[in-house]
């Protein structure tokens, strides 16, 4: 299975600031996606990473406010710019591996609060 | 669009007895995937099941049951003889081609003993 890490695992935040989450997986995988669930929400997909492209943004995220790196098959990283107490939430990255392993893959998630 | 509809927003039951968490799905594709995901309070997402939209056998795995039914474009979720443990929100998502996924709003699962 792959095992996917991210730090921070949690952060307090100042309002204007940014904080920069990164994701890294054990394995190689093409798709690399980042989720935001709100407190007491379900998840939203914020965007698709892909390896050597700009990412995916879905409707309602963009890029200056969320930029996403993904400079290898193993590594992605989420910025979280000019922070507001809005953006207080878990963030988690999540790998397809199919069709290798039958499940998609979530870290454990990054809790952020925004002071 | 792909869409995820988890109509219970909170279900409570006592120790032993069975739960069914209802899930039903919208697409325009013919190739998808279904998932079961488990969230406990500590906040991690567990995996429960993936089921392909060509596959439509009911799977068994301990106490749980996935009922796939794509006349009905459902795909819900039994627990039999519930236990505390089973408290935590279940997630039912669709993803289209193996791609991203798209979340249900979640069922909160309390289980009483």
């Known amino acids: 299975s792959a095992v996917i890490s991210q730090k921070p695992s949690r952060d307090i935040c100042q309002r204007g600031t940014s904080l920069t989450i990164q994701c890294q997986v054990d394995s190689q995988v093409t798709m690399m996606f980042w989720y935001r669930q709100q407190p007491g929400q379900s998840l939203t997909l914020i965007a698709t990473a892909n390896q050597g492209s700009e990412a995916t943004y879905e409707s309602g995220f963009v890029i200056d406010k969320f930029p996403i790196s993904r400079p290898n098959l193993t590594f992605s990283t989420l910025t979280v710019s000019n922070m507001s107490p809005e953006d207080s939430s878990i963030y988690l990255c999540?790998?397809?591996?199919?069709?290798?392993?039958?499940?998609?893959?979530f870290g454990p998630g990054t809790r952020l609060t925004v002071l | 669009a792909q869409k995820v509809t988890q109509a219970q927003t909170e279900i409570s039951v006592v120790e032993k007895e069975d739960v069914t968490l209802d899930c039903v799905y919208e697409t325009r594709d013919t190739t998808y995937y279904l998932f079961w995901y488990k969230q406990p309070p500590s906040g991690e997402l567990v995996f429960l099941i993936r089921r392909n939209s060509f596959d439509e056998q009911n799977e068994i795995s301990g106490r749980y049951s996935w009922n796939f039914q794509k006349s009905t474009s459902s795909f819900n979720f039994t627990i039999t003889a519930s236990q505390v443990v089973d408290s935590a929100v279940y997630f039912c998502a669709l993803s289209e081609a193996g791609n991203d996924m798209r979340f249900g709003a979640g069922t909160r699962l309390t289980v009483k003993p």
């Open positions: 999540s790998v397809d591996a199919s069709p290798l392993y039958n499940e998609q893959f």
